[in-house]
């Protein structure tokens, strides 16, 4: 297999995943009130998602885009920490 086939193969499986699968683990979900990913991951479709799921606690951030760029140094560190407490 070559390289551009194992990444062909690999692209392949992920089109067969569901866009928002079913949580099954305790997760935060961290996401900006500016990640709109061009319409395809709009806060209103996150939330829909995290409320079907009783593992998921989600965070919309104020004015925090898609990298992340926006968020206090206060609230990565808080997140982190609670991902180590789970």
């Given at each position: 297999?070559?390289?551009?086939?194992?990444?062909?193969?690999?692209?392949?499986?992920?089109?067969?995943?569901?866009?928002?699968?079913?949580?099954?683990?305790?997760?935060?979900?961290?996401?900006?009130?500016?990640?709109?990913?061009?319409?395809?991951?709009?806060?209103?479709?996150?939330?829909?998602?995290?409320?079907?799921?009783?593992?998921m606690t989600l965070e919309i951030l104020?004015?925090?885009?898609?990298?992340?760029?926006?968020?206090?140094?206060?609230?990565?560190?808080?997140?982190?920490?609670?991902s180590v407490d789970v």
């Amino acid at each position: 297999t070559t390289w551009g086939g194992a990444v062909a193969a690999y692209v392949d499986e992920l089109k067969e995943l569901p866009a928002r699968p079913t949580i099954k683990k305790p997760t935060r979900c961290l996401h900006g009130s500016e990640d709109t990913d061009s319409g395809g991951s709009a806060p209103w479709r996150v939330k829909a998602w995290a409320e079907d799921n009783e593992k998921m606690t989600l965070e919309i951030l104020p004015g925090v885009d898609h990298g992340l760029r926006g968020l206090s140094w206060s609230d990565f560190q808080e997140a982190v920490e609670w991902s180590v407490d789970v």
